[in-house]
Nanobody, 129 residues
Framework: QVQLVEYGGGLVQAGGSLKLACAAS????????MAWFRHAPGKDREFVAA????????VYADFVNGRFTISRDNAKNTMYLQMNSLKPEDTALYFC??????????????????????WGPGTQVTVSS
């Protein structure tokens, strides 16, 4: 089992920045790809970004448009999402996820929430206009 917990959410004005963290424990996500998803009220949960174990490969949703950066520190079993130029439409509950044995894959696969086995409880990000 892998336990994931997200940190760093909060209230920020439009144009501001936040850095989310996802800490893994238990049977850690060593060797596995990890991802961020988000769920806004009235919408389906959607993919934000994913990163390979090595940190050398990453993929982003189109709406990110260069505003977010995903990274990980494997020595700390922690993944990050630096979010800049935040917009009110970025308001959502942000989740991190991983999947046992999943190293990397094609973009369409990485973006599918059904691919991931382990999820954190989420951290709320609210962007005011």
């Amino acid at each position: 089992q892998v336990q994931l917990v997200e940190y760093g959410g909060g209230l920020v004005q439009a144009g501001g920045s936040l850095k989310l963290a996802c800490a893994a424990s238990g049977r850690t996500a060593r060797g596995y790809a990890m991802a961020w998803f988000r769920h806004a009220p009235g919408k389906d949960r959607e993919f934000v970004a994913a990163i390979a174990w090595s940190g050398d490969s990453s993929v982003y949703a189109d709406f990110v448009n260069g505003r977010f950066t995903i990274s990980r520190d494997n020595a700390k079993n922690t993944m990050y999402l630096q979010m800049n130029s935040l917009k009110p439409e970025d308001t959502a509950l942000y989740f991190c996820a991983t999947a046992a044995g999943y190293v990397w894959g094609p973009d369409w696969h990485l973006k599918s929430e059904s691919r991931y086995d382990y999820w954190g409880p989420g951290t709320q990000v609210t962007v005011s206009s």
